[in-house]
């Protein structure tokens, strides 16, 4: 096929596997596997090596650079002082415990030989955040072990790959039978000038995106276009430096004061997630039949050490003399997934290390395909199960965040709180989270769509989401953010919304409407100032929802039902369910209370 259909094929390929994970909700590797695997090996389709020729390394090259840039970016030494001790000895000793036994592991399980061993050892020491999150998601455990296992994939992201471009460098160097001592003095010379160029690069961005010397519209390309110099320009003086220089430009991106990083965040996850769909079916359609045939039990000892042996041995040993209990100790030491990028970089490794006469290299992808489905497969079955074995998953009900403090969602939180549901009220403001504070409701200080709040703000303890500020596009923008995390059922907002309205915003934007899209915050506030407040109706078999509508006066607005300690919107009332209803003041008792149905 001509080089655009090729390209817009593999496009299809990834993002559409990708599509279909999300979906299916299914891991976007399996899929992504299959369909690189089928148009590849399997029907003969697709054979990158042919139909790209000279230009597949340097593709995928520039994908991978981008890719570290990216993992740069998470990595902000500020934040590191909330990630604990535990995490930070997970880190140091953890990862040269890891590295080590990995590449030990390697070489007399495996059958790599020592140099290709200890290179792919370095890059499995990553636990990346995109895939350590969805299993926190789905296994609610308790708040240590879920906030060291999520710093851990935040720190470590970058950090294999790492390693990983080191010793490519070693080895490139020992290729040309140089002296060990000047073999480490180039190498300490690349490493500096890397770093260099990296931070120069990072500093310029950092220093004219703020003035306003760019439009908004260019900054996503500009970024783009210079972490690609970056990466040729390194490269270019010194061999095999771009990829240090690149990851070296993130982290100092990450640390500089810029107060449009976050859209530059933005930029990068789109970005990275188009080039990690197409690498990774370009590297599956690549596998050659023969390396697969080669494969034998060795692959499966190497997997298993590095699962039951490697991970559990590393942490247990690095986490000596931290307050983690045994049983925090042994969910640490199981749970270890890696993920997508693992196998991009292995791929790329791979292609580099074969030029450089190590034959072995080939079998990189295959082990870190069986590396990544084994720890998804084991980690993402096993994980719940084993919280609830140890103890470690969470008891408490899943809470709720309100997005916006007003007196009338203060009163929301109280009544809520008043039916042992966990509340939480976020705000920019740290004046209009004052009335929240005196009330001693749990507070956020922050901007709720930034990235920092990704680190500092404990998803995982929260059902439900309420954005109930008076801005009806933000409150929008927010259940739009937060809907692919907690489920498009469970956000809410406040607002007016007609569906025959050309100028309001579309119901597929919006979160589920409070009141039926009837009020916005200037009608609750009113009504909360003329004394309106909360009612709590539990329906049984005896009193049942209508006799609940026949009962409820005439002004009074529905809110939402909780069903076992969870807030449900739309779905029909049932018995034992607890209706939440906003009524006007002379509905209440002198006491305070709604009158008994």
Known sequence: MDFITLVAFIGILGIGSQYLAWRLNLPAIVLMSLAGLIAG??????????????????????????ILFEGGLTLNFKELQHAGRAVMRLVVPGVPLAWGL??????????????????????????GPTVIMPLLRQAKLSATPRTVLKWEGIVNDPIGALLAVLVFEYLSYAGQEKPVLEIGLWMLFATIIAGIIGFIFARAIAFIFPRGWVPEYLKAPILLVAVITCYALADAIEHETGLLAVTAMGVALANAKMASLGDLRRFKENITVLLVSGVFVILTASLDADVWMALDWRLAAFVGAMLFLVRPASVFLSTLG????????????????????????????????????????????????????????????????????????SKSRPGALIVGSTPWSVALAQALQAHDIPVTIADSSWHRLRH?????????????????????????????????????????????????????????????????DPHGLALSVRGVALFDGRLDLNDVLKNHFAGWTFQRTTLSDEYGFEAYKEGRPEEAERLFYIRKGEIVGSLKAESGDTIITFVPPKDINSNGSAPRQ
């Not at 990995?102 to 636990?127: D, E, K, Q, R």
């Not at 990189?364 to 470690?392: D, E, K, N, Y």
């Open 322 to 393: 931290t307050n983690l209990s045994f049983a925090e100790r042994l969910m640490l030491g199981w749970i270890a997934p890696r993920g997508i990028v693992a196998v991009a970089v292995s791929g790329f490794f791979a292609l580099k290390l074969m030029d450089l006469g190590y034959a072995d290299a080939a079998l990189l992808i295959p082990f870190s395909f069986a590396m990544v489905f084994a720890t998804i497969l084991a980690h993402g079955f096993s994980i719940a199960p084993l919280g609830r074995a140890l103890g470690l998953a």
């Open 102 to 127: 990995g590449s030990v592991a390697a070489y007399y399980l495996g059958g790599l030989s020592w140099p290709v061993a200890i290179l792919f050892a370095g890059i499995m020491v990553v636990t």
């Open 436 to 500: 929240a504070r005196l009330t001693d409701i749990s507070v956020y200080y922050g901007e709720i769509l930034s990235e920092v709040s990704e680190h500092h703000l404990d998803l995982q303890r929260f059902g439900t989401l309420l954005a109930v500020t008076g801005n009806e596009a933000y409150n929008a923008l927010v259940c739009r953010e937060f809907g692919t995390e907690l489920g498009r059922a469970h956000v809410f907002q406040l607002g007016a919304a007609e569906e025959d």
């Open 41 to 66: 090996p399997v029907l003969g389709v697709l054979n990158p090596t042919q139909d790209f020729g000279v230009y597949l390394q340097p593709l995928i090259s520039i994908a991978v650079a981008i």
